[in-house]
Nanobody, 122 residues
């Protein structure tokens, strides 16, 4: 069992930056791949980024490639999402999730956090 808690969301102007954190409980965090997803009102949950168990491989949706960076610190049981050059279309609730592999399909993830709101003003 893994419990995930996101933090770091907030209101930022377009062009600004935020860093999201996802703290995990349990000693097996390092065995999981982690993903970040986002969901805007009235839309389905969409994959943003994923990272494998040791941080050696990272993957990004085209919409965030070059602007967002996913990373992890297994000693701190935490995964991060650094978001730069934010755009109003990045506004959404952001979720972290744990899975066996760094999938882009949200149905392949076993554990989810409660989400953190990111709002980008124009």
């Amino acid at each position: 069992q893994v419990q995930l808690v996101e933090s770091g969301g907030g209101l930022v102007q377009a062009g600004g930056s935020l860093r999201l954190s996802c703290a995990a409980s349990g000693r097996t965090f390092s065995s999981y791949a982690m993903g970040w997803f986002r969901q805007a009102p009235g839309e389905e949950r969409k994959w943003v980024a994923a990272i494998n168990w040791n941080g050696g491989s990272t993957f990004y949706a085209d919409s965030v490639k070059g602007r967002f960076t996913i990373s992890r610190d297994n000693a701190k049981n935490t995964v991060y999402l650094q978001m730069n050059s934010l755009k109003p279309e990045d506004t959404a609730v952001y979720f972290c999730a744990a899975s066996q592999m760094p999938y882009s399909n949200p149905t392949r993830y076993d554990y989810w956090g409660q989400g953190t709101q990111v709002t980008v003003s124009s």
